[in-house]
Structures are given as C-alpha cells and as structure tokens.
C-alpha cells in the first residue's frame, strides 16, 4: 500500500493554495484538480520504482537465552544489493511485554558499487520469564522522488526464552554464604574443628587441634603427629519444592512477583548445590503437581533446572502441599534436604502444611522459604493520620501475626523458616543451605 512522505503532503497543501492565487471561478478548480491528479501520478510511480525489500537481507543476533528483568542486546545485520542511494525506516518487533530502545530507525544507504551492510544494535528487557516470540522485520523504503514509501517486510519471526537471572545479580552474597569468611579456616585449624563429617586429608598436627582428630597409623608411620581434615559430605540430595499456586503471585517491586524472587532463589540454590557436589531435585505444584526434575548431581543440572524454573507460572489454585509431599516421598527415601518457596500469610493454608510437613519432617530435614514484604511491615508501624490509614494499619498488623504465629508453629514442629525481602532470599536460602552442610546435619 502506497505511504504518502511528509514532501507528498506538503505538496498536496500547496496545491489548495491555486483557487485564492487566480481568483474566484473555474480556473483555480481546474488548476488545484489538475496539480493533485498530477501529484497522485507522480505518487504512484514513486511508488511503483521504490525498491522491494528483496534488495535487503537481514539477521537478528541475540545472546540467548535472554535473562528477565536485564537489560538484553539485540543486534541486527542489514545487508543492502549494490545500487543507488536509498533512504528507508526500519522497525523491529519484539515480543509484546518487552521494553525496548533504539528498535525503530531511519537510515540512509549512498550509493554502492558493491554489498553493503549496516549494523543496528538496541536493548530489550523482558518483564516477565517463559518463551515470547520476535516478530519479523519491517522496512519503509522510499521512492526516487521521495513522495512515496514502500513497505516491506523481512521474515525474522523466532521464539525465544527468557530465563532468570542465572546471575542472579546477587554472586557475591551468594559466594559469601557458601565459602567460610576469611579466617575462619585458620581458626578451624587450629581448634580442630573442620566442617562436614567426610574425609579430606591429612596434615600436620597444630596447635589446639582436638585429640580425637589426631590419626594415629599415620602419626606412627611419619614420626611426627598427624590430623584428619575434614570437608562437607558431597553427594548428599536437595530437594526444591516451588509453590505456582496464588499464593505467590502477588507482585512486589519492579513488575516483579513473589514467584519471580522465589525462582531466582530456588536457581542460587540449585547452583551453590552443584558447586558442592549434591543431587538437586525440583517439583513445581499448584493444585496439583505440575512438574518434577529428577535429583542429580553435576553442574549439567543447572540446564533442566533452569529450564524447568523459567517456565513457573502462579495460577488463581489453591495449593496442595500434600501431593507435592506425596510425590517426594515416593522418590526419595534417604533422608535430604527439602525446601519449600510458598508464603505464611494465609492461617488455613499454613495449617494444612504444618499437617502434611510434621510427616515429612520425620524422615527428611525440612525448610521453608517466604519472602518478606517490606510495605506491610512499614504499615504495620506507621502511624496513622486518618481513619482509613487507621484500618490499614490495623489489616497490616493482623498479617504480620498470623505470619509470624505461623512461623512460630512450624519452628515447634521441627521445620526450618527463612524469611527475607526478596533480594536477600537468595543469599538467605544459600546460606541456611551452607549451615546444614557445615554441621552435617544430613
């Protein structure tokens, strides 16, 4: 379809300028007729020389898969035929949802004795995980008379994943709950404490160190006292169990959801499991089990977590915490670490975890990870001007206790609670993650 150029309008203007310049009567119509039937023909063979888009090739390049919430460089390579000089108005299509930058441009080709190529780089950052799709690339090229555009359309349509941080934005903390803090290891030396139960190797003996370590086959054959070090049993198994129901989908800072802070922390801990040497399985649920991953072990692991935690999804269900049990007791029957992302804020809903995890709790060490909501703190405190922020405060302190007897409940019945603003939950889940490891509590 013909696309007039702002010269095309300026002229078609011009030309009402006819009846006022020759005065009243029937010249100045037939002049402004004959200048716009003139203009339209002019248009129209602008239209028809203006070049297809099959002078053009065009590839678009992305570092995949692209991460959420970041901010993802896009690349697009525009291959022009030899010809003459062209002026043309590109418009790339990411996927809706996407907030994009430097996507639409105009350029201008001179003239080329041989292929020429351009390059367009922009950002994108996607608000949400899962897969999207890009649509294909859209081109205006305008005439040689410059008073009409061509559209044109170059097919790039492709679909795309969009993972979690696997960054996580938080490698530092996460590192600094996983390996001990400096100095530590030279006082473990010398007061004979090492962490973990399994074997590591031997040294000499230092001062301070406990008697019991002291390895005496070893000592006899050297001549001089020998110790037992000793590291984190490796191979040990962690389960992620990631509650899709509503009661994660309320949204907190940066179009952000609590399930989306809950799958950047699950992902931390999958990796601080795979740098240890454990197995790591994961079960998503709502009201019914949605997904399970298998518990291996390898950093390979990392792909089918990932895989898996980029697709989750909250859904308006209640959550059945026993069928998600049920399938974890049908799978692992050695004792493992089980950490379950869900929220405390709803009592009924607590009650029948606390009924279902007293079970599961006799025969695995079971934690649970909620993410704290800095707003309904600050409420519950602020004080109030009005009778609305009156009865604001009063919602906000009624769920900060029931949070807070839930936790204290599931505490009475052996269950671990972490609870952390969402940006520190990563390092938080990492860090209880690395004490279990560390007291050989498996």
């Known amino acids: 379809m013909p696309i007039p150029s702002s010269r095309a309008v300026l002229l078609l203007a011009l030309g009402l300028a006819w009846p006022p310049l020759l005065g009243p009567g029937l010249a100045g119509v037939l002049t402004m007729v004959a200048w716009d039937a003139t203009l339209l023909a002019l248009l129209l063979l602008d239209w028809w020389r203006a070049p297809l888009g099959e002078p053009f090739s065009a590839e678009r390049r992305l570092r995949l898969p692209l991460t959420a919430f970041c901010a993802n460089p896009v690349s697009l390579r525009l291959r022009a035929a030899p010809g003459r000089a062209l002026r043309l108005a590109l418009a790339d299509a990411p996927p809706p949802g996407f907030e994009a930058a430097g996507h639409r441009q105009a350029l201008l080709l001179p003239r080329r004795a041989a292929p020429g190529e351009v390059t367009i780089d922009y950002q994108v950052t996607p608000r949400s995980r899962g897969r999207h799709a890009f649509g294909d690339l859209h081109l205006r090229l305008l ?14 349509g492709e679909e795309v994943s969009v993972y979690p941080d696997l960054g996580l934005g938080t490698a530092a903390s996460t590192e600094l709950a996983v390996v001990p803090e400096p100095g530590r290891r030279g006082r ?4 004979g404490r090492s962490e973990g139960r399994e074997f590591a190797a031997l040294r000499a003996y230092q001062t301070g160190d406990d008697l ?7 000592t006899a054959r050297r001549g001089w006292p020998v110790v037992r070090d000793w590291q984190p049993e490796r191979n040990q198994t962690l389960w992620i169990l990631l509650d899709c129901s509503r009661n994660l989908a309320a949204r907190l800072e940066q179009d952000r959801t609590r399930l989306d802070r809950a799958v950047e922390a699950a992902l931390a801990l999958a990796r601080a499991a795979a740098e240890r040497g454990d197995r790591t399985g994961l079960i998503l649920f709502g009201a019914e089990v949605e997904r399970v991953v298998p518990a291996e072990a390898g950093r390979t692991r990392l792909g089918p977590l990932a895989e898996a935690l980029h697709l989750a999804r909250s859904r308006p269900v209640e959550a059945d915490f026993g069928a998600a049990f049920d399938v974890l007791m049908a799978r692992q029957r050695r004792r493992a670490l089980v950490v379950l992302f869900t929220e405390l804020n709803d009592p009924d809903a607590t009650a029948l975890l606390l009924a279902r995890a007293g079970v599961l709790r006799r025969r695995h060490l079971v934690a649970v990870a909620s993410i704290a909501d800095p707003e309904l703190v600050e409420a519950a405190s602020a004080r109030p001007a009005t009778a609305a922020e009156a009865f604001a405060r009063a919602a906000a302190e009624r769920l900060v206790d029931e949070r807070e007897h839930s936790e204290r409940r599931l505490s009475a019945a052996g269950v671990t609670v972490i609870h952390a603003a969402g940006r520190a939950l990563p390092a938080a889940v990492v860090a209880r993650y690395a004490a279990v490891k560390a007291r050989g509590l498996l």
């Open 143 to 156: 005439g040689p008379l410059g008073l009409c555009w061509r559209s044109s359309r170059l097919a790039l």
């Open 188 to 191: 473990d030396l010398r007061t």
């Open 212 to 218: 019991r370590s002291v390895d005496w086959k070893a």
